[in-house]
């Protein structure tokens, strides 16, 4: 690397941020409000005005670069504009400086770049609201701006080739890394190989593979492998769930060879899990750990790059160290790390750090997404809305005068839609403008008394103006692949929801930004329905990994004798507890049981207690916390035996791995389709209208997929042997069997019948 690129704005943010860390609510403006601000003010300038001015310079090994908001010729004036909401005495001191130190660089650019002696400098603050202009300007020479520039660039050249000599250090070492064992697992090799091609390719991957064959360093090998050659910036490994990401940061510091491999490797945690004073507020008046944060920073930043490895435990040290917030720190040294560990939300959501950050500095990232088969779920979450018609009443009871009346026309707007869904749920064809815009004109009523009174909002008016205005913004992207339904407890309680059904408009972009990203999973079949609902791109690649077991090691088990219908439910508790005890007496050991409810559930297991005490039992409660569920889990032991009880779909349905003697066997006495209820029949309808496949795609696949991740449980090794036992007649159809793992040998049984 001969040169070291960055731009103004991050030059600035390392070298003159200062002061508190202040995350009190303030009413920003939107990204678009912020455009339109921009525009105004361009056009009340002269026919001379330039917009968008792009500057650059070097400093040495820096080459910076940026784009000023506008110059006026006519003045010699180089213009920042910034655009914001309320008092401008509210703006702090600590923003001002940062935006000065960014106007005088571009200052220090122009009159380079244009031969000048002097410029004259504004900072141009315009209120959104009032539409106006407060006008901060200076005149500096060339010379003096040059000292700054000089200054800046001085303070941060150090980090920058520090920077460099780590990047080729890492690059070099990767590209002569070997895989940490001696040879690959079966399956794993032709994985890795697949991740590999996909990033050299710049494609996007979805890949099932079985469980087992260490998934998780047979794509991060690869990954990282490319990394060199592919000029990648970044990693980011993304999981549903916590031991996912503790298996990355597991495989990554075995990757890393004992420090031989200079990978700095970060994980994100969030936020309420890393706070250590979560009953204060997030600014320096309230938190001592956000009071002077930007003072400490580089002391803790420089520390952070020396540790081995930057989970959460650490940064945690590091921070308190330091005393600087934990959670925060992790923020920052994103900017730095090669590898980040984090949850979907991170990329996925609509206001994803890790995407919004990419996206601003131009990042090259490659993305991994473990157990993939809950992106749907959870990115239909992300891209859903609801208002409670019981949190617009809290908010009313708390409003200040001037949001009573906007609050009091959303309430009678919500009033005139629901004369039109008498039924207790009900889906509208359209959104209600009516609504719409009582919610847009109580929202700016809150916007604006927030930044006219620059105190804490009301908890309830609080939470019901964020919902307000997430609600719109995805009304403003409604569309096919999602409903706008009305859910009625009673005629005084009702709740409107903007619901995802087909998240592939929101994902698509991220998909197609970076520079490779793989999916994988043990249940990610049909490929073609991942590729509908997440939107990925035009050539995306599949592959299906080839398994490491075989057919002797897993007896399947139909019982195609026993339905677990709803209505059938009363008539199949005694034969699926005769079943279960049959299989236990013919092989004695550890068996996990899942069912489609706590109350079947409970049912079967108070059944089995009754019939057949003598076998050790143990269920799954509603909402266990993470110590009940560690206990359940320690029951499994080498030496023990018993049978415990668990819900599909559930903390023990998938992630967890009980090798050996730990688990030997698994009844499913569920087929895990979703619930019959409206809402689902109606997702059946549009994923009919959209992709031919209604009940397929709302019923049958997700809820086979529960079944292979509850069965995958049993395999964990070649070395393992178990039984499986999928308890219901519907089992045995050739369009079921046809979605289960092709390495199963199915057998079908006959037992007691239930009518």
Known sequence: MTGYTVAVRALCEFTAKQGDLDLRFTPSPTALEGIAGHAVVAARRGEHYRAELTLEGD???LHVRGRADGYDPDQNLVEEVKTFRGQFSSIPDNHRHLHWAQLRIYGHLICEQLDMEQVNLALVYFDIGTQQETVLRETRSRLELKAIFDDH???FIAWAEQEMHHR???????????????????????????????????????????????KTLGTLFPALKAAPKENLDKLLFLAAKTPGRQLALDAATT????????????????????????????????????????????????????APLLDRDTLRTIGLAH??????????????????????NYWFDGGAMLYALALERGWRVSVLADEAHNLVSRARGMYSASLARASLRAARAVAPPAVQKPLEKVGRAWTEAGKGAPLPYQVLEALPQKLLDSLQNAT???????????????????????????????????????????????????????????????????????????????????????????????????IDVDSPFVASQLQVEVARGISTRYQHRPASLAPIADLMAEQYARMPGNYLAFFSSFD???????????????????????????????????RFTSESKGIGFAVLGGAFGEGIDLP????????????????????????????????????????????????????????????????????????????????????????????????
Request: proline share 7%; net charge neutral; charged share 25%.
């Open 323 to 344: 005393e600087v917030c934990p959670y925060y720190l992790g923020s920052e040294m994103v900017r730095w790390a090669d590898m980040v560990v984090g949850d979907y």
């Open 660 to 755: 050996g003697a730990r688990l030997i066997g698994a009844f499913v006495a569920t087929l895990g389709l979703p619930q019959v209820n409206p809402v689902n029949e109606q997702m059946r309808e549009r994923m009919q209208a959209m992709f031919g496949a209604g009940y397929d795609y709302a019923y049958l696949y997700p809820g086979l997929q529960k079944v292979v991740q509850a069965a995958g449980r049993v395999i964990r090794t070649e070395q393992d042997r178990g039984t499986v036992w999928l308890i219901d007649d519907r089992f045995a159809r050739p369009e079921v069997l046809a979605l289960l793992p092709r390495w199963w040998h199915v057998k079908e049984r006959p037992s007691a019948s239930t009518p």
């Open 444 to 542: 700016s009523a809150i916007t604006e008394h927030a930044a006219a009174f620059p105190v804490p909002l009301e908890p309830a008016l609080q939470e019901f103006y964020f919902d307000a205005l997430h609600f719109l913004r995805l009304a403003e992207s409604f569309g096919e692949h999602s409903l706008f339904d009305l859910t009625r407890a009673d005629e005084r309680d009702t709740v409107l929801a903007i619901r995802n059904l087909v998240p592939a408009p929101f994902l698509k972009p991220r998909f197609e930004f970076a520079h490779s990203t793989t999916l994988f999973s043990a249940t990610l079949s049909p490929w073609h329905y991942f590729a509908d609902l997440l939107g990925m791109p035009e050539g995306t690649a599949w």
């Open 59 to 61: 400093y040495g090994l």
């Open 153 to 155: 660039c001085g303070r």
């Open 168 to 214: 080729e250090r890492r690059n070099e070492a990767l590209a002569g890394m070997r895989f940490p064992h001696p040879d690959f697992r079966p399956g794993q090799r032709q994985l890795a190989e697949s991740v590999f091609r996909a990033n050299a390719g710049r494609r996007c991957l979805l890949a099932q593979a079985p469980t087992g064959i260490g």
């Open 600 to 634: 079947y559930l409970d049912k079967v297991a108070d059944t089995m207690a009754q019939r057949h005490p003598e076998i050790p039992a143990w269920r799954q409660a509603r909402r266990m916390s993470e110590l009940e569920r560690t206990a359940f889990l320690d």
């Open 255 to 306: 990757l890393k060879a004992g420090g031989t491999i200079p990978l700095r490797v970060l994980e994100l945690a969030a936020r309420d899990k890393a706070c250590e004073h979560p009953d204060k507020a997030c600014h320096g008046d309230a938190c001592p750990l956000a009071r002077g944060f930007y003072d400490r920073l580089p002391g803790a930043r420089a520390a952070a790059l020396d």
